[in-house]
T-cell receptor, first 114, second 112 residues
């Protein structure tokens, strides 16, 4: 299994809603990432978990709250988002190690905040 | 902080013409990866280069990693309409860690 599965594929939420994005992989990868991608822009790093611990937080607003319940799952909890947070949210995983850093991306969740 | 620059931003070619995108990092990279993202899709891994001066080929695609491990290029020979998409380079800093930063990408348009 070389897949990273993200759910839901599409999400529309109001600014007062609370929702969660989910990411799952069964490749035994111990590093998992959240990226945000706006249209015609590169993926922008948000969070990195390494061995289920938050390793990198790229100064992301607290309305985005990541969680890594176990080595296969990664969640992104959303609360009180703004319309400018609308974007494609990508999850990626990789097997850490200098010579083995291919990132496997999920298909993304296309989020629209109204 | 680390910055990864990529040029050109856009490239329009006639089918059969060659295409090259260039990637430059402000810091030495541990390795460099190339990804392709089709319109409406997600980034898909193409290749990783690790060694200084490394050159790798995948059919019509040739990837190079600079001697100083700060720049890289992707060259496509005789483009096809299936090559359409955005090509990103990405890499973690030489100091290690998981902070993979993406270049801005080069969007390739191929006219049949």
């Amino acid at each position: 299994d070389t897949e990273v599965t993200q759910t839901p594929k599409h999400l529309v939420m109001g600014m007062t809603n609370k929702k969660s994005l989910k990411c799952e992989q069964h490749m035994g990868h111990r590093a998992m990432y959240w990226y945000k991608q706006k249209a015609k822009k590169p993926p922008e790093l948000m969070f990195v978990y390494s061995y289920e611990k938050l390793s990198i937080n790229e100064s992301v607003p607290s309305r985005f709250s990541p969680e890594c319940p176990n080595s296969s799952l990664l969640n992104l909890h959303l609360h009180a988002l703004q319309p400018e947070d609308s974007a494609l949210y990508l999850c990626a995983s990789l097997k850490p190690g200098q010579r083995n850093t291919e990132a496997f991306f999920g298909q993304g969740t296309r989020l629209t905040v109204v | 902080g680390q910055q990864v620059m990529q040029i050109p931003q856009y490239q329009h070619v006639q089918e059969g013409e060659d295409f090259t995108t260039y990637c430059n990092s402000s810091t030495t990279l541990s390795n460099i990866q190339w990804y392709k993202q089709r319109p409406g899709g997600h980034p898909v891994f193409l290749i990783q280069l690790v060694k200084s001066g490394e050159v790798k080929k995948q059919k019509r695609l040739t990837f190079q990693f600079g001697e100083a491990k700060k720049n890289s290029s992707l060259h496509i020979t005789a483009t096809q309409t299936t090559d359409v998409g955005t090509y990103f380079c990405a890499g973690p800093p030489y100091t290690g860690g998981f902070k993979t930063i993406f270049g801005a990408g080069t969007r390739l348009f191929v006219k049949a």
